[in-house]
């Protein structure tokens, strides 16, 4: 009888040992496919970032050569001005800077542009409708620190701000180019590129800014 008890016994154990193998068995299996499925779709993932990097990467290269494009096309249109030192070309981080003296667009203390300067302007929208059609223009007006006197302007802020106004009213009515891809901003004497301690120093300050943005931003970024 105790014998017969043992081996009830034992069957019991070797039941449940058996069990229990087979369930982990079954657990290892199902944990293998997890992560095979887990495998497979961060390999799918990492398939997936590799593309759209590529399309990043992609993008700014077009981005790139089109305002690569329009900086040869400016060169070339602007080539007189640039010569006599009233205008200059930069490629920065916020995109295709171009840079006129106030005095080729406006006589001291005033906001009309002058028919030479609307020929210039003439050049610049050109090149913003034909090769950059899908870029976003900021327009920034800036002055020495000569405090106003004589004119009506309360301060350089607003004198700035008119003049970046006037070209681009002059560039959306006059040059057809699409009002929503421009915006004006004005910044006195406050974003100086040189010293206002001489006279060629001042005439630098003051300043009109076309800065060509690359056709994703749409914002200008702080210098």
Request: with cysteine.
């Amino acid at each position: 009888m105790k014998t017969k008890f043992v081996i009830i016994m034992l069957l019991a154990v070797f039941t449940m040992s058996g069990c229990a193998y087979i369930q982990k068995a079954k657990r290892t299996d199902e944990l293998e496919i997890e992560n095979a499925n887990l495998r497979s779709r961060i390999a799918q993932l990492e398939k997936e970032k590799t593309k759209e990097v590529k399309k990043v990467y992609e993008q700014k290269d077009r981005e790139l050569s089109e305002l690569e494009r329009a900086k040869r096309e400016l060169e070339e249109s602007l080539k007189k001005e640039i010569g006599e030192y009233k205008a200059k070309l930069q490629m920065t981080e916020r995109g295709l800077v171009i840079t006129f003296v106030s005095e080729i667009f406006f006589d001291s203390g005033k906001d009309k542009v002058k028919e030479d300067g609307k020929t210039t302007l003439d050049k610049v929208a050109e090149v913003l409708n034909r090769d950059v059609p899908n870029s976003a223009v900021a327009v920034e007006g800036h002055t020495d620190n000569d405090p106003i006197k004589y004119s009506g302007w309360k301060s350089n802020w607003e004198l700035s701000s008119a003049r970046a106004l006037a070209v681009l009213h002059y560039l959306v009515d006059e040059c057809k180019v699409e009002p929503q891809r421009l915006s004006a901003n004005g910044y006195g004497e406050f974003r100086p590129v040189a010293a206002n301690d001489t006279k060629e120093d001042m005439q630098k300050n003051r300043r009109v800014e076309i800065v060509i943005l690359p056709s994703k931003i749409s914002k200008v970024k702080a210098q």
